[in-house]
């Protein structure tokens, strides 16, 4: 059974740093990219960043470009969201997802996600 499971979400002030996780079990993503996605209450789930198997090549969203750092480790077949500078309008429920088919911009060319961490960011 796949897994994906999300840490590292909480409360911060704008202006300060979170570093996200994603832990994934049941099969081994080292050949397929990994990505984040956010789904603040009323809107739709959002492209955030990704990055290629090998980690070479990573991909943002402009909203987050230069304050987010995304990286992976695929000895333990993880990935990271590393987001300083955070703004109230970055607070969402945050999602891994693993194994895209296509435009990796676009949630449903996901095949697995995880249960999602809250990020809140207080003005």
């Known amino acids: 059974q796949v897994q994906l499971v999300e840490s590292g979400g909480g409360l911060v002030q704008a202006g300060g740093s979170l570093r996200l996780s994603c832990a994934a079990s049941g099969r081994s993503f080292s050949s397929d990219g990994m990505g984040w996605f956010r789904q603040a209450p009323g809107k739709e789930r959002e492209f955030v960043s990704a990055?290629?198997?090998?980690?070479?090549?990573?991909f943002y969203d402009d909203s987050v470009k230069g304050r987010f750092t995304i990286s992976r480790d695929n000895s333990k077949n993880a990935v990271y969201l590393q987001m300083n500078s955070l703004k109230p309008e970055d607070t969402a429920v945050y999602y891994c997802?693993?194994?895209?088919?296509?435009?990796?911009?676009?949630?449903?060319?996901?095949?697995?996600w995880g249960r999602g961490t809250q990020v809140t960011v207080s003005s």
């Open positions: 997802a693993a194994d895209a088919d296509g435009n990796y911009r676009l949630p449903d060319e996901w095949a697995y």
């Open positions: 990055i290629n198997p090998n980690g070479f090549s990573t």
